[in-house]
Structure formats: C-alpha cells, structure tokens
C-alpha cells in the first residue's frame, strides 16, 4: 500500500470521508481518539487545563505533559513465555496473532537464559513523538493514561517514530504493521494493559502516578 | 476465503531432488485438525509399511495445529511423526510432542506443517525465511553438538531464528537420537533424530514474522483468563519461585512455577542455586503462551546452562549414590546436558544404565565386553564414555545406540531378561522405556489397571498422558501425600466426583476390589477409550500434555475439572464451532486411523502385551496385573473402540462410521482387515 497523502498541516486530506466513516461507526479502536486529542493543538490545550500535573519544556518552547502510566518489567520473574506478545497482537490487532505485532517486546537470550520484556516507558520526553512528521503521535487525554499513542487515521507508516525510539534503546518500542502500512506503539490498552493482565507470573505491572511518571528517555536510556 | 487458525499451507521438501513444494492444509483440515491427527493421515497416505525408518522413502513430519502461534495457553508444542526406528523390534509409526517456541514460528513463517522425504546428497539445513524456503549447506555443521548448531545458525540467521537441530547420535543414525531446539525441547520419543540424520538433514531453522489469524479473538481471551485463573497465582514480590497467594495449589505433578523436577531434588546444585553469592542460578521458562511454566532454566560459570524438566532430574540418578554426599550435584546435570548435547534420548538412556548396572552384578556384562567402567556407575567418567561411545557408535556404544530393548535383545539370554525390568510393552511394537506402568514408578509403585491396559494399546510409552497421573498426583498432595508414595485407596474419596464428571461414574475411582486384595478392572476400558480420544484431540489442537484435559482442580471443594476448554480454544480460533461431545467423536476417528496405521504396520491384538514381569511382580501393596484380567478389559476396550475384538484390528464398519472409507479399502486390499 502507498503512503497516504498529507496536507502541510498535517492533516489527512479526506477529511469528509473520514467524519463519514467516524460518524457511521460506533466507537472502535481506531476511533477512540474522536473526542479527545486529534492534533498538536488539542494536546497543548491539555496540557493548560491540567495543572495539576507536570509537564516538561522543550528548548523550542513546546510542553509535553508527564504519562500518569507505565508498564513497568521486572526481570527477575520473566519466564519469557511470550503471553505477554501473543496477547498483546491479539487484542489490538483484530485477531492478528503474531510477536510481530506484539507492542511489548520479549527479548530472549535462550542459551544464557536472559529474558527481558521490553516495554514502552512513556518517556518523559518522547523521541517518538517529537520526530512524527504529521502529528500521528499524541498524548492520550481521554482514557486518563497520558500515554503516547498513535492515532492510525493519521499515521502515513514512514516509521520515523521507530528509528527515533532505536537510537536511544536497544530495541526499538514501535513496531510496523505492513499489511496496514502504519506504525504501531504501546497504548497502555486505554488505561488498562492486556499484557499485565495475562502475564502468568506477575513480571508485568502498571505503575501509576498522578502527578506524572519521570520515568524512560532521557532518564533511562540503552534498556 | 479467510482462514482462521491454519495457515493453510504444508511445506513438502524432497531432499533427493532439492525441491520443495507447497500443498494445501485444506485437503486434510478440519477433518484431522492438526498436529497428531494431521501427521497420521500424511503418514498414512505417504508411509506404508514396506518403507523402513531410514529409508529415504520415509516421512519426517512436523506438524502444527490450529492453536499454535495463537495466545491460546501451551500453544508452544507441536508434533513431529514418521516410522519410528525406536519402536522395537519392529519399526512403526509413532509420534513425539515437542514444547517451546519453534512450533509458533513455523505458524508465524506461514505454515502448518513441513514433510520432509528423500535423501540429501550432502549435508543440508533447512532455512525458512517467512515463506521463502532454501536448502543450505550444512559441511561445516556436521559432527557439531546441537548447541553449537544452534550458535552457528545464530551467528548466520540472527538470534530470532528457532532451530530444530540434531546432534552427532542423529548423524551416526542413532534410533535414540533427538531433535532438539534451544535448550532443552526436544523431539525425544520415537528416535527421529536418527531419521533426520539418515535424511543428511541437520537443522530445520524458521523465522517468521507473519500472523495467526482469530476468528474470535475476544472469546480466546476469555477462555485463555479464565485457563490463566486455574493454573497461576502471580507472584509480584520475593521469590519467583513461590506463589504469591496463600493456600493456593498447584495440580500438576511438578507443581509449576518452574520448580519441574528439580525442585524436589535436593543436593549441591540446588544450594549452589539458593545462594545468590555463587553465581548459579535458576529463573523461570516457559514455552510460548505457557500459563504453568513447569520448567526453569539452570545456568552457572561450569555447567552446561539450559531448561530443567524431569529427564535432567531423573537421567543420572546414580551418582546421587556413587557420591551420596553431594546428592544430585553438577555430575548428574552435566550428565543430562551431555545427552542433550550428543543429541541423545535421555529417557532411554534413564533405562540403558540402570539395566548395564543389574547386568554387571550378576556377570552377565563385564567391563571387558563392554569396554566401559561398568564399576564406577554414577561417576562422570562412566557417564561421559558411555554417552560418547552411543552417540559415536564406538565399540558397545555402537550396540547401545540401537535403544535399551534393540541392544538386550541382540544380547540375548539373561541380559534380555534384566531389560524386562525396564520396558514395559513385550510384543513387536515395545522398545519404549517404562514409565508409569505403576502408580509411583516400577517396581515400588502400585499397580492401577488403567495404566496397565493404556500401556497395552498405546503405540508409544504413556509418557503423553502427565493429565492422566496428574489428577492421581493432584489428589495426593491435596490430601498431604507424597506423590511418589501415593496410596490409591486413600484417593478413591477425593477422586470421586472428579471421576464421576470426567469418565461418568463415581466406580471409576475405586481403584482396588472391596476385599482389598485385588485390582478393580471394570472402569479400565471406558477410562482408557476417553483418555485416547482426550490425547488425541488435544495432540492435534495442538497442547500441552501436563495441563489438558483438566480432570483435576486443586483449588476447589469437590475438585472436580473443566474438560470442555480444549473445544471452546479451538472454536474461538478457528470459528468452527465444536462441542465438547462433538470432539470425542472425532478423537475416535482419530485414535482409530492411528490404530490402523499400527495394524497395516503388522500389529495385532498379540502385541498389546506386558512383559511377564509385569504378571508376577508384587506391586508395593503386595497386588498385581492379571493377565486374564488385562485380556478382559482388552476385549472390552476392543468393543468400545469398535474394533474387532480377536485381533484387535478396526473393523470396516466402524471406519465407514468415522468416514475413513479409503482407510478400509486400504487394508482390505492388504488382507488385514477383519471379516
């Protein structure tokens, strides 16, 4: 599939279509997004209502607020089942089961016996977000996570994101769905991950904060 | 069409002309699911049987299911099938279930199923690239051992890639060599390492980044939390190893948790790996989307590090005696791992050195015959010549790589004899080690009737049916017994309603007649008819033995379990709906077209027998097999299966009735089947 065509302000350019098929369905994954964050404008607004919690200033003057969630790994009681992989692709890519499509990461030493799942941090400062050329990648106001997601109407799959996120981990967070030509990252399955929930030994868990998780680049960096 | 759950393509590999071809699951599936069912109808349409183990006309079939690769719990295993050489004296067909993360990736490199024929000129591997398939060649990783292999493959196809690798034993065309995969999963039973190698194949390395398709993805993960809930309690602080919540039980034998087996085996390495300052340690490891996690990985600075299941526990106890201080120390791990490495069936090898042992007692083998320390049984040096001798064929090694039975038998007289001990089935289609004959183990067990009749008409050892002990086990650690020390009639209670939901009467647990002094036979056949078809079915799924079907609930008051979860996982993947009772059917059919394949190979009712021993040993609470007892519940396990009941050979009507008409044409032309 072609990259999808975007206009300078980012926005895709069949913009009736869209509200059509946005009106028409009732709220899906993909659909989510309708009444909350939709572009760089919305997310600062978001950030000014919220003032409870923190935000970071970048050198340019733009603020990204704080992710009040993250899922968080402890290695020490990984099995390196891949539960967390297969459940994952299974509930957010309609049924596509694959590690592939997994948002969270199971990376296996199998000789040395090393298994390190690797999670999306919601990074305080998030190199993913910063490099999306068309504003694909938000913050997600309305399930209260404030994670970075992607909203897939909007991503064109150039998978800038990806090789943002490679330059400062070992492997990087976003994955490519080439069958539906976009990238996709760890949502934190609207506030509620599937991979914490099935994760057979308890290796998996949910760290939150309302005042904000410093947590991920540039704090940790090379996991 | 979309197709859920199969990918829908077989891979065929004809190694004599280097081609490979691909062919549509759809010709077999739904009819024989998958895995086990699958491979049995390749074997036999392809592998009559004229055809000889290691003749290049022989199939090596590695087959998923429609589970694999999906989140649905221990889809991690699949089946590999073929004329077995293991089975002695007579090859037949077998099969052997293999757990871990290759059988996803073959799903997820877009196939079900790979058939390998032929003969390779030359050394080859097999590499599968997301579809793409290439013969490489495999010169320069020939006489490797399987971890060096794999490391080498890693090196070329980067470390995503999974292998399925066989080791010097394989290549000599050892009939108990393995194929084995990372660490510790391997195709053991049936010996097709050896077929791989009589192939000139050495490795079959996948990588794919494809997907399973769902039909139901949300029904899946409601079946899979509600599996999750009945076998893991997590464990979010302090020791891994220990479950978090109070009083929950474990009703697995093993207990979970990746405490397997060697949990319970307490010596040096065990403190070694309690003490954080020492460098060894052990973590968790589960197979792909495992809930129970049976198994943990070992690994210190002078030990072979990989997976603990019970054949590194139990392979080399005697060293645990030779140097009863230390208990099971590095020697008895770096025993297994050396099979592991030689590419050599360990469970054969648990029977091998027991029996050279009773042999050089009684003088029937000496050193000089053998060329072995046969006087330092259980030290390292002994393990260490014998696995070299077997795996490459030197001198007795060269005896003994024909299997425990194979080799006592060319011996002949009283060393034929001792290997009875050890064996369990007599007739043409034994050769498998024993394993569950008695409740507790041979010979301090106790006798059970269903074990002795299962391993009467099994093509294989009972290896495959841990759900089978696993209720028997579950009970006794719920009522504080040991499990290796287990009283049946102190189970009959507990198991009442829990056999009474799972094989219809509350009789079937009454394990012993009323006087005490005998077996009680009459639920045997009907315990065994539902057990296979049970097998059967979640073989081909494919799942894991330890936890399906789930007969045995530990956790709640009258522990009675769910058999219906295998049906509902396969109907949320597939969107084939199938009831619980719809399923047994097919299991029959299955369990029949396996039962044909043995009879076209020459079995008969004959040879659904127990070596003597089995009819004159006392078990521990002085009772025993009967012989007439067992013929009994044969007929009656004949009838129920609709078998012809003289021979033990399906009938043509009841294959006709399963729809395995070409089946019944076949055999009548070969003049086996019954009038």
């Not at chain 2, 590095?330 to 030689?342: N, R, Y």
């Not at chain 2, 259980?378 to 039975?405: P, V």
């Not at chain 2, 005490?516 to 059967?536: F, I, P, Y």
């Not at chain 2, 127990?610 to 040993?617: A, H, Q, R, V």
Request: a neutral charge; one cysteine or more.
């Amino acid at each position: 599939m072609a990259p999808r065509k975007t206009t300078n302000d980012g926005q895709n350019p069949s913009e009736k279509d869209r509200t059509n098929h946005l009106l028409s369905d009732p709220i899906t994954r993909r659909t989510f997004l309708r009444n909350g964050t939709t572009g760089f404008l919305s997310f600062l607004s978001a950030v000014a209502i919220a003032d409870l919690l923190d935000f970071i200033t970048f050198p340019d003057g733009t603020e990204i607020v704080l992710a009040k969630a993250a899922v968080l790994a402890d290695k020490s009681v990984c099995s390196g089942c891949r539960t967390c992989e297969a459940v994952c692709s299974n509930f957010n890519s309609e049924g596509r089961n694959a590690a592939a499509l997994a948002r969270v990461i199971l990376d296996k030493e199998y000789v040395r016996g090393d298994y390190q799942p690797r999670v999306c941090f919601q990074c305080l400062d998030p190199v993913c977000l910063r490099a999306c050329p068309v504003t694909a990648l938000q913050v997600d106001k309305q399930s209260g996570t404030y994670a970075r997601v992607i909203d897939e109407r909007v991503c064109i799959g150039c998978q800038k994101c990806l090789k943002a996120c490679d330059q400062v981990f070992v492997l990087p967070r976003p994955r490519f769905d080439a069958d539906e030509n976009i990238t996709i990252k760890c949502h934190l399955c609207f506030g509620d991950p599937q991979c914490v929930k099935y994760c057979p030994t308890g290796a998996l868990r949910l760290e939150r904060s309302e005042k904000g998780l410093r947590i991920g680049y540039p704090i940790v960096e090379g996991v | 069409m979309k197709s859920y759950g199969w990918a829908g393509k077989i891979l065929r590999v004809d190694l004599t002309q280097g081609k490979t071809y691909v062919i549509p699951t759809w010709d077999h599936v739904p009819k024989f699911i998958g895995g086990r069912g699958l491979g049995a109808k390749i074997c036999w349409d392809e592998v009559p049987p004229e055809v000889g183990a290691f003749d290049p006309e022989n199939r090596l079939v590695f087959a998923t299911g429609p589970l694999q690769g999906t989140l649905a719990p221990t889809s991690g295993r699949f089946m590999v099938m073929g004329k077995a050489p293991q089975t002695a004296p007579m090859e037949s067909y077998c099969r052997s279930g293999v757990g871990g993360h290759w059988g996803p990736e073959l799903k997820w490199a877009g196939y079900d199923a790979i058939i390998i024929q032929g003969r390779s000129p030359k050394p080859v591997y097999l590499w599968i690239n997301d579809g793409a398939v290439e013969l490489l060649d495999a010169t320069r990783l020939w006489g490797l051992d399987t971890y060096q292999t794999q490391q080498r493959i890693w090196e070329i196809h980067g470390r995503n890639a999974r292998v399925m690798t066989i080791g010097p034993a394989g290549e000599k065309k050892s009939r108990i060599a393995i194929i084995l995969s990372d660490t510790g999963d391997a195709s053991g039973q049936g010996g097709f390492g050896g077929v791989m190698g009589s192939k000139n194949l050495k490795a079959i390395v996948l990588r794919g980044t494809g997907h399973v398709q769902v039909a139901r993805p949300k029904q899946l993960m409601e079946v899979v939390q509600y599996v999750n809930k009945l076998f893991t309690r997590k464990s979010a602080n302090g020791d891994p190893f220990t479950p978090e919540e109070p009083g929950f039980k474990y009703n697995i034998w093993g207990g979970g948790y990746g405490r397997g087996s060697l949990g319970e085996a307490p010596g040096e390495l065990l403190d070694l790996m309690n003490d954080p300052s020492s460098g060894y340690s052990r973590v968790l490891d589960g197979c792909f989307a495992c809930p129970v996690i049976c198994r943990a990985h070992v690994k210190g600075p002078d030990i072979v590090n990989g997976v603990a299941f019970c054949a590194q526990a139990y392979m080399y106890m005697e060293s645990t005696v030779y140097d009863y201080e230390k208990g099971y120390s590095k020697v008895t791990w770096q025993a297994a791992k050396m099979a592991d490495l030689f590419g050599i069936n360990a469970y054969d090898v648990m029977a091998i050195i027991p029996w050279l042992d009773d042999c050089y007692r009684d003088d029937i083998l000496t050193e000089d015959d053998t060329g072995l320390p046969l006087d330092e049984i259980g030290s390292q040096r002994f393990i260490y010549e014998l696995l070299r001798r077997m795996a490459h064929r030197e001198g007795f090694g060269n005896l003994l790589a024909e299997g425990g039975q194979r080799a006592a038998m060319k011996i002949g007289g009283e060393a034929q004899k001792r290997m009875e001990m050890y064996y369990t089935r007599a007739g043409r289609f034994g050769g498998y080690r024993e394993h569950w004959g008695y409740l507790g183990g041979f010979p301090t067990g106790h006798a059970l009737s269903y074990l002795a009749l299962l391993w009467a008409v099994d093509n294989r050892d009972v290896f495959s049916s841990h759900n089978l002990m696993s209720q028997l086990w579950g009970a006794a650690f719920t009522i504080g017994q040991d499990a290796r020390t287990a009283i049946p009639e102190d189970l009959t209670p507990i198991l009442k309603p829990v056999m009474k939901y799972a094989y219809g009467s509350e009789r079937a647990a009454e394990f012993i007649t009323e006087d005490g002094k005998g077996l009680n036979w009459d639920w045997a056949a009907r315990v065994v008819k539902r057990h296979q078809e049970r097998t059967l079915l979640k073989d081909s799924y494919t799942v894991c033995d330890i936890p399906f079907p789930f007969i045995f609930n530990a956790n709640t008051k009258d522990h009675v379990g769910d058999t219906s979860i295998e049906s509902k996982l396969y109907s949320a993947v597939t969107g084939i709906d199938m009831s619980e009772e719809d399923s047994y059917k097919r299991g029959d059919m299955l369990s029949t077209l396996e039962r044909a394949i043995a009879c076209r190979d020459g079995r008969t009712r004959d040879d659904d027998v127990l070596f003597e021993k089995y009819y004159t040993n006392l078990d521990a609470a002085g009772r025993k097999y009967n012989r007439e007892d067992l013929e009994r519940a044969k007929d009656e396990f004949y009838q129920l299966c609709g078998w012809d009941a003289a021979t033990g050979i399906p009938t043509r009507n009841k294959l006709e009735k399963v729809d395995l008409k070409e089946v019944a044409d076949d055999l009548q032309n070969r003049g086996i089947l019954a009038k």
